[in-house]
Structures are given as structure tokens and as C-alpha cells.
T-cell receptor, first 113, second 114 residues
Framework: DGGITQSPKYLFRKEGQNVTLSCEQN?????MYWYRQDPGQGLRLIYY???????QKGDIAEGYSVSREKKESFPLTVTSAQKNPTAFYLC????????????FGPGTRLTVL | AQKVTQAQTEISVVEKEDVTLDCVYE???????LFWYKQPPSGELVFLIR??????QNEISGRYSWNFQKSTSSFNFTITASQVVDSAVYFC???????????FGKGTKLSVKP
């Protein structure tokens, strides 16, 4: 089945630790995105990638890093520099960057203890 | 500046009632796209519709319908004969041709009670 997978579904980490969230898609989409969702809030863009080996900062990139070594994969690292990392993280992809429809994965809920 | 406003934070209806979710947007672009997504309790965002700024024709898909009015910068979503399975958070979003990124409203939580 074609789609977007994110792992793990739930993630717990101790304060001061880096953690990497996985996002994989087999839709052959060029563009991939990472969003953060806080309770009662809409989604805010962290990073996006239009093509392999390229990525751009979104509105709230501080404390996060990404890589795009393969078309299918766009992992997000939440570093210890992120002051309030507890949130729900959603990955998305679209055929082309820009105004194409974005399709979302199931999300990863990160809790910092 | 681009902005999406969903003024209704929460709505509660009884099954079989019709319900309209409001979405008002701001943009300076003449070319833009509007979207609706559904987020059930599981958390995944489910795409519902994409509409471009040049197509003001209303759309109906089963019990769902959308009313796009450029004159009032609104893109409202109506669910007819609501069902318990419609309970979710619904997000309206805007993507401008010049920017490309998706800007989300804060969402409307719909509860449909049996």
C-alpha cells in the first residue's frame, strides 16, 4: 500500500537528549514536510524539502534539524536546544513542492520527561 | 499577510443535524488554494478537498459540501445529516502561489452525539 509512515507513534525522552523521528513515504513524492501541533493549535511548519539533498527552514526551525539523503526519507531530529519539544509531530508529502495537496502520516507524539 | 481564521473553536451537535464549519482567509495573492482536512482522534490528518481561487463553484461530495465565496474570503464546510463518525477536528488551510507553504487555521472541534 502506498502511504506515509512515521515511527514511533509515541516517544519519550529525557530532557537534554536528542531524538530522531522517522518519516518514510513510498508515494514517489518530491516534497516532504514536518509540522508541529500543540494542543488547541493549528499546524506549524518546521522544515520542508523540495528535492533530495535540499531542505528549507519553516516558521519554527530553531532546535530542530533534518536531512534528505533519499527521496523516500525525511527524518527530523529534535535537539536539546528545542526549549519546549513536547508536542505532536506530523510528516507530510506532496507530488511537487508548492500548492499541491499534502498528504499526512499518522504522527509521532513526543513527550519530554 | 496570509492568515486563516476558524472562529468556531468547538461545536456540538446531535446526530442527523446539519452543521457548518466556518473558514475565513486573508491573502494578497490572486492565485491561491484552499484546503480542508479532518483530524480524527487517532491524529492523522485526512485530506478532504482542495479548491483553487479561480473556481468558485460549490462542491458536493456525499454528505459534505463546500461553499467558496471570494467576495467574503470564506470557504465554509457543511456536513449534512451528521454522524458520530464525523466527530473530529477540522482544519482549513491556505496555500498561496507565491509562497507555496500551507497555512493552517487553529481548527474546529466537532462533536456529534448520538
Amino acid at each position: 500500500d502506498g502511504g506515509i509512515t512515521q515511527s514511533p507513534k509515541y516517544l519519550f525522552r529525557k530532557e537534554g537528549q536528542n531524538v530522531t523521528l522517522s518519516c518514510e513515504q513510498n508515494l514517489n513524492h518530491d516534497a516532504m514536510y514536518w509540522y508541529r501541533q500543540d494542543p488547541g493549535q493549528g499546524l506549524r511548519l518546521i522544515y520542508y524539502s523540495q528535492i533530495v539533498n535540499d531542505f528549507q527552514k519553516g516558521d519554527i526551525a530553531e532546535g530542530y534539524s533534518v536531512s534528505r539523503e533519499k527521496k523516500e526519507s525525511f527524518p527530523l531530529t529534535v535537539t536539546s536546544a528545542q526549549k519546549n519539544p513536547t508536542a505532536f509531530y506530523l510528516c507530510a508529502s506532496s507530488i511537487r513542492p508548492g500548492t499541491d495537496t499534502q498528504y499526512f502520516g499518522p504522527g509521532t507524539r513526543l513527550t519530554v520527561l | 499577510a496570509q492568515k486563516v481564521t476558524q472562529a468556531q473553536t468547538e461545536i456540538s451537535v446531535v446526530e442527523k443535524e446539519d452543521v457548518t464549519l466556518d473558514c475565513v482567509y486573508e491573502t494578497r495573492d490572486t492565485t491561491y488554494y484552499l484546503f480542508w482536512y479532518k483530524q480524527p482522534p487517532s491524529g492523522e490528518l485526512v485530506f478532504l478537498i482542495r479548491r483553487n481561487s479561480f473556481d468558485e463553484q460549490n462542491e458536493i461530495s456525499g454528505r459534505y459540501s463546500w461553499n467558496f465565496q471570494k467576495s467574503t474570503s470564506s470557504f465554509n464546510f457543511t456536513i449534512t445529516a451528521s454522524q458520530v463518525v464525523d466527530s473530529a477536528v477540522y482544519f482549513c488551510a491556505l496555500s498561496e502561489w507565491s509562497q507555496g507553504n500551507l497555512i493552517f487555521g487553529k481548527g474546529t472541534k466537532l462533536s456529534v452525539k448520538p
